[in-house]
């Protein structure tokens, strides 16, 4: 039994979690999970096929009590993508709802279909307690070359990061969260999911973000709402004319934003129509949540509050001078320690190694503090992690992709400026033969059959030549029109 969840130890009728039109008591969820805990054998990993459902919620829920890191998978996931994914991790099961259709990189590893029901009693052979500092789940991540990375969180580093959360918010089991975000990565399942069932509170999930279904959750019991800024943008496009939506996002409790930052204009319209501030939180999948702003407190857009209780943070300069200066314009590198932070990269000991500075990681964003101690995100450190939709992507595998399409001969990737999505993927190709070149749409695709359709380019510019400098290296910032 993990210390994660204390509600399942001795499990009440409360509401737990709803998807749709499924819907779970801690009771009946005790016992589907423990059931199915006890179906895993001798499994040293599950991969969890991670569709937006209650099945998903019953599967992670199922390996954390038995003790077993959980893979979750990206159910839209590419070919390539996928086979990474499991050749790395190596899962000797997948879990998956009893409908779903695996895609051909799953047919070999053994099934186990995810049922909502189940009995009482404990799962046989999975009794003991399990060590805090054992990986809970494995979350795939991006980086600016290469393929993603496998990143090991503890259930000492979720139960962590979730109780300093819900210090600075006074989350309690009272607490109806509603959500629409995708079950594969921190932000929907660690905070959407783990953090609602730690508290012994409700997680409603909408199946896929749609305005009308946040109007009628939080219209209906719910308290908080958790979301991207690209889901945060459309709220606010809503919110003009829909006096439905604005009465019910201010009679939300908390409405949080996190993943990206949240335009200060998205800000204001929302504030203005509902007069409810977004509360922006800052964190990454390799330490979970490390800032957060206090409800309540003087809205500041554009900064991310201060350091979350257990959270040591600090701006380093590029000589590795730490940067003392709270004067809102001394800008350096953001590295963090704290028992919210991950393990390790999977398999990756020289990754991991290159990302700590003697115990404080390095997360690659750049910073300023102002005089209070708030953080203010200023930037990246590396240009070529392009965040779109909230999701990180890396500009390298998008490019390794277009590569291995016949029509390309060079190509570059940049991320620019989005309304709606915060950045935009843009794919600059030179064709193999500039008179027929390969059709957007068709380059599109295929990034998203390699890889994943969130990490598809939506624009592509044909260029002649990419600009090089006299080592051949790609000079993206001479690109036309390029940041
Ligand atoms: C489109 N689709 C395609 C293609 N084009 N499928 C195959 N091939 C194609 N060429 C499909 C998509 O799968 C999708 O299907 C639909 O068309 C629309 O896709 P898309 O245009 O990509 O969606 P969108 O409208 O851009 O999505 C916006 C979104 C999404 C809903 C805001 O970006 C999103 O869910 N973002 C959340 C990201 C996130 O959770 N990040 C957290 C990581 P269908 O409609 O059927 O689905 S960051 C994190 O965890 C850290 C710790 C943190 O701080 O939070
Ligand atoms: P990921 O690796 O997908 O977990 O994304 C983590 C990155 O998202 C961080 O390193 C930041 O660059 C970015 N991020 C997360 N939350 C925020 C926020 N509230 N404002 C700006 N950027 C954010």
Redesign the pocket.
Known sequence: MSVLLPALRDPSDAPALRFGADALSYRELARAAGTLAGRFGAAGRVAVWATPSARTAVAVVAALLAGVPAVPINP?TGERELAHILGDSAPDVVLAGPGDVLPAGLAALPRIDVELTGADGTPPGRTGVVDAESPALI?Y?SGTTGPPKGVLLSHRAVAASLDALAGAWSWTADDVLVH???LF????L??GVLGPLRRGGEVRHLG??SVEGVARELGNGGTMLF??P??YH?LADALEGDAGLAGALAGARLLVS???ALPVHDHERIAAATGRKVVE?????E???NTSVRPGGEPRPGTVGVPLEGVDLRLVDEDGAVLGERDGETVGEVQVRGPNLFSGYLNRPEATAAAFDGGWFRTGDMAVREADGGVRLVGRKATDLIK?????IGAGEIENALLDHPGVREAAVTGEPDA??GERIVAWVVPRDGEVPPAE?EL??H???LLA??K?PRVVRYLDALPRNDMGKVLKKALPGAR
């Open positions: 839209r979350v991540t629409a975000l995708p990565h921190v932000h929907g660690v905070l896929g973000f979301g991207v690209t889901m459309r996190g993943s990206a939180r800052y964190g990454m999948t330490t979970l949540m779109s939709g909230g999701y990180k709606d999505l749409a599109a695709d990034v998203a059959r359709p969130h598809r």
